[in-house]
Structure formats: C-alpha cells, structure tokens
C-alpha cells in the first residue's frame, strides 16, 4: 500500500504564492514519476506539472514561467512552487505518483486526498 500526503494549500491574494508539498510512503521500490493536477468546480481534472525519476519536467501552458515543480528522491517528495497566483489558479490540487512496488516491474498510479487553493482577486 502507497499513501501521498499532501501539504499546503490555503488562500492567498492574487500575486501572491504558495508551495505544496506532497510526501509519499509505504510500499515503493522506485517512483517513475511525479506530478500535479488540478480541478475547479464544473471542471475536469487538469495536469499543472509532472517530473520523471530522471528529473524532466513537463508543464500545463497556463503555469509555465510561473509554477515549479521540483522532487526529492531521497524522501519520495515532490513540491510546486506556485508564485504570481491568478484567481483562476483556485482549484482543488491532487498530487499523483507512477510507482514500482514489486519486483515484477509493473507501475500503479497512486492519488493524493487533495488540498485546496484559493486565490481572491
């Protein structure tokens, strides 16, 4: 079992930032990878950002040049630095692992509780 804890949400003014955290724990031989996801209400669940074991990021258009993703292998966490935040960045931000358990190689995809941002205008 695989469990993703999640960290640092809340409210903050538009421009302002944020950094989530997201800790993952349990039975992981390796992590291929890990990302973000968002999804506002009447919407559907978007990717914000991913980083592979190699350390290769990908972004969502909307973030680039204002989100980071970063990740340390050593305590299986993954952060996104989140600065010059729009009010159309509030959404509930889920954090999600690609992880290796057994020796049989296969990779199961494993979800965060999910933690809420909200940015006011």
């Known amino acids: 079992q695989v469990q993703l804890v999640e960290s640092g949400g809340g409210l903050v003014q538009a421009g302002g930032s944020l950094r989530l955290s997201c800790a993952a724990s349990g039975s992981i031989l390796s992590i291929n990878a890990m990302g973000w996801y968002r999804q506002a209400p009447g919407k559907q669940r978007e990717l914000v950002a991913v980083?592979?074991?190699?350390?290769?990021?990908n972004y969502a258009d909307s973030v680039k040049g204002r989100f980071t993703i970063s990740r340390d292998n050593a305590k299986n966490t993954v952060y996104l630095q989140m600065n010059s935040l729009k009010p159309e960045d509030t959404a509930v931000y889920y954090c999600?692992?690609?992880?290796?358990?057994?020796?049989?190689?296969?990779?199961?995809?494993?979800w965060g509780q999910g933690t809420q941002v909200t940015v006011s205008s």
């Open positions: 999600n692992a690609a992880v290796v358990i057994s020796s049989s190689g296969h990779v199961y995809a494993y």
């Open positions: 980083i592979i074991s190699g350390g290769s990021t």
